[in-house]
């Protein structure tokens, strides 16, 4: 039996296994086909591809890259659509709009909620349960940011006049269409509220309870989206959406995107500068201000107060930009 001593341990070289060198070259993927992300559940994406529903997953490849509803994306394997197909996801292509969000202002993640959206939807009752204006100027902020269109939809009109709401937000040029029930139960301004979103690509937030699935229902009859009703107690209403969901708008010519009932909307990862850029006519008033403004009410010098001062600013759209510029910082929402 042959004997090793302490020479023959430290010379041992352990026998190597052998690999395939990596490469950093990826296939090109010509065959792939493009797709419509309408739904994500539990990792499985349903797209749209040449009007069948494939369902899909991530390829490997692409990491920790998200994909969300209404992102556009190549596709390799079985895009038959058949049942127990799954096709695989390869690429996503640049988005055009994005709308983000952040868990709260002191997180530095953000989270596309959707992508491509032309227009948002911010929807709030005028009572049962009450607005809350400082979570709609969150959302607008996250619509110039973003860029998308903002388009405030005010339900339950039959409770609460609009017009004490509409005041607060004329001076922002924020366009608005108000729905309210009919004793008989009848949705009425739906047809108004259904020309604004045809031609656009519209994504729908809210508050649980403010009638968000009642309108996509009355919108798209083959949604079935749950409905809820609003805490007598606690004012506030039950989730009932669980997932974002990509519908054709009935007559074509359009999509809506139904989400979840957002309760918070950090927003740690919008720039003053990029706010800003919302409002042209403001902005050029800010040209010369000192370098860093932030354009708020305790800033000096700057060129929205000289504007005001000189008579070339309206005071009450400074003064609601400023609302929407200090929204970034309020947690109370």
């Known amino acids: 039996m042959p004997r090793y001593d302490e020479h023959d341990v430290e010379h041992y070289d352990r026998p190597r296994r052998r690999t395939r060198p990596r490469t950093k070259e990826r296939p090109a993927h010509d065959d792939a086909v ?4 309408v739904t994500v559940d539990r990792g499985r994406f349903t797209l749209l591809i040449d009007g069948r529903t494939v369902l899909a997953m991530k390829a490997r490849p692409l990491g920790r890259k998200g994909v969300v509803v209404g992102d556009r994306v190549r596709v390799v394997g079985d895009v038959s659509g058949a049942d127990g197909s799954l096709a695989r996801i390869v690429e996503v292509l640049a988005r055009t709009s994005t709308l983000r969000r952040t868990a709260d202002d002191d997180d530095p993640i953000e989270r596309v909620i959707v ?8 929807v709030t009752a005028l009572a049962d349960p009450e607005p809350r204006t400082r ?21 339950k009109a039959d409770l ?18 108000v729905t309210r029930r009919d004793p008989d139960r009848t949705i009425v301004g739906l047809d108004a509220l259904h020309d604004r979103l045809r031609g656009e690509t519209s994504v729908l937030i809210g508050h649980s309870g403010v ?10 009859p083959d949604a ?3 409905t809820g009703h609003v805490n007598a107690v606690t004012g506030q209403g039950r989730h009932t959406s669980t997932s974002a969901l990509m519908l054709p708008l009935t007559g074509g010519d359009g999509w809506i995107i139904d989400t979840p009932g957002i309760r918070s909307f950090g927003l740690a990862h919008v720039q003053p500068e990029h706010l800003i850029e919302a409002f ?11 370098r860093g403004c932030t354009h708020g009410d305790d800033e000096p010098e700057c060129g929205l107060d000289e504007a005001i001062a000189a008579g070339e600013a309206d005071p009450v759209r400074v003064a609601s930009f400023r609302r929407l510029l200090a929204a970034r910082s ?4």
């Open 34 to 37: 493009e797709g419509l992300v």
């Open 115 to 122: 992508a491509n959206v032309t227009q948002l939807v911010v």
């Open 135 to 155: 979570w709609i100027d969150r959302a607008l902020v996250a619509a110039y940011d973003g860029g998308m269109a903002p388009l405030l939809c005010l339900t």
């Open 160 to 177: 609460e006049d609009p017009e004490t709401l509409l005041a607060t937000y004329r001076s922002l040029g924020v366009p608005w269409e």
């Open 211 to 220: 009638g968000k699935s009642t309108l996509v229902n009355a919108l798209v």
């Open 224 to 226: 079935r989206r749950e």
């Open 280 to 290: 042209p006519d403001l902005d050029e008033m800010t040209e010369d201000c000192p």
């Open 330 to 333: 309020v947690t109370d929402y």
